[in-house]
């Protein structure tokens, strides 16, 4: 990219320098075909020309100033395409972190609900070992016939969990 910008100021320079050398040529030019000028008003005419030398600057300066801002244009847009790039990526990121997010969650709901069945499941045993509790088991009867049923959702709740303890390690 150094190379082309040095060739550009470079090729500019030149332009700028040869239409300042055909300005100064054209002085002596007109001057040997047509002479010397015989009156202030010929002389003047002669330095008419400053403005074409002060014209061709201006179109150098405006050719030099469209190169530039091409150049300006096409660094913006790579910028652009690579923020483009990462804010893909940022993207890409925050999606895969809810996810996670939303796999730990639903992990720890199934811990919980493992710790509320096993609780529910240990009532009953407790309150039948126990003398002191012993009059208090015609309460916890419903408790223990449902035994089987959740133990059994204690088991599903145990594969799920296991399943998203091995997506949540997996990601």
Known sequence: MKRKDTRLTV?????????TVVWFLS????SRLFGAPDGAGRAG?????????FSGWAFVGVLWAIFLQ???????????KG????MQHAREAHEESAHVLY???EATRLQTRVQVLT???????KVDSSTFLSGFSRNVVPQRDRFKENFAELAESG??????????SNK
Not at 45 to 51: E, H, K, Q
Not at 119 to 125: E, S, V
């Open 11 to 19: 090729t500019m320079v030149a332009v700028f320098i040869s239409v």
């Open 27 to 30: 002085f002596f030019i007109v």
């Open 45 to 53: 005419d002669l330095f008419g020309a400053v403005g074409a030398l």
């Open 70 to 80: 091409r150049k300006s244009l096409q660094i913006q847009h790579e910028d652009l």
């Open 83 to 86: 923020t483009r790039d990462e």
């Open 103 to 105: 796999d730990q969650v």
């Open 119 to 125: 609780n529910l499941l240990d009532i009953p045993m």
């Open 159 to 168: 594969d799920k969990l296991r399943e998203k303890d091995e997506d949540i």
